[in-house]
């Protein structure tokens, strides 16, 4: 039997499209403001000038295990949001990384909260399975269909990807954003420069 030239052209865009469609994440880059304008530095790491900042939306819901979360609340602290999901290979690279920061910064006292958002999840036993594996105590939000990254105004410095890293400064405005994965020296590059802000 003979296979013809379409179907095989056919097979490999479908697969083209599938690869595409489950990559963690679209590898995007950003042009626009936060408010101002922001600068991505050599690292990949986005930031905006104090004075250019935008709120950072209201984030809340219930969380991965069961209780509920309104990043409002937090108002005062550095607060770092981490959007993960648990069948994302970089999400499972840096999990490590967020851990060991964030345990350094509370055992320190540091204004710092981290929050997670969980997306694309469609089990929260996955996402508990994930934060169980790495050691994660600090809560996430869950948002299996991504509506709660909806809630960043275009055109700021908002979550494109997965994993995304956004930090929030202490007056509740966003500050820097990463849209890969992170390790423990970018993470501190993003969160050290705000604790020390007054």
Request: net charge positive.
């Amino acid at each position: 039997m003979r296979i013809g030239r379409a179907p095989i052209l056919l097979t490999a865009v479908t697969l083209a499209s599938a690869l595409t469609l489950t990559a963690c994440s679209d590898g995007g880059k950003t042009t626009g403001s936060a408010g101002g304008n922001y600068v991505t530095g050599p690292s990949g790491i986005s930031t905006v000038a104090r004075g250019e900042r935008v709120e950072a939306p209201k984030l809340d819901g219930e969380t991965v295990d069961g209780k509920t979360l309104d990043t409002s609340t937090l108002k005062g602290k550095v607060v770092v949001l981490n959007v993960w999901g648990s069948w994302c290979p970089p999400c499972r690279g840096e999990a490590p990384y967020f851990k060991k920061v964030s345990d350094e910064l509370a055992a320190a006292g540091k204004d710092v909260a981290f929050v997670g958002i969980n997306t694309r999840d469609n089990s929260k036993q996955n996402a508990i399975n994930f934060e169980q594996d790495y050691g994660i105590t600090y809560p996430s939000l869950f948002d299996p269909d991504g509506k709660l990254m909806l809630r960043f105004p275009k055109g700021t410095l908002n979550p494109q990807a997965i994993p995304s890293t956004i930090v929030v400064d202490k007056e509740g405005k966003i500050a820097a954003r990463a849209l890969v994965a992170v390790n423990e020296k970018q993470l501190r590059q993003m969160i050290d420069p705000l604790l020390a802000e007054k």
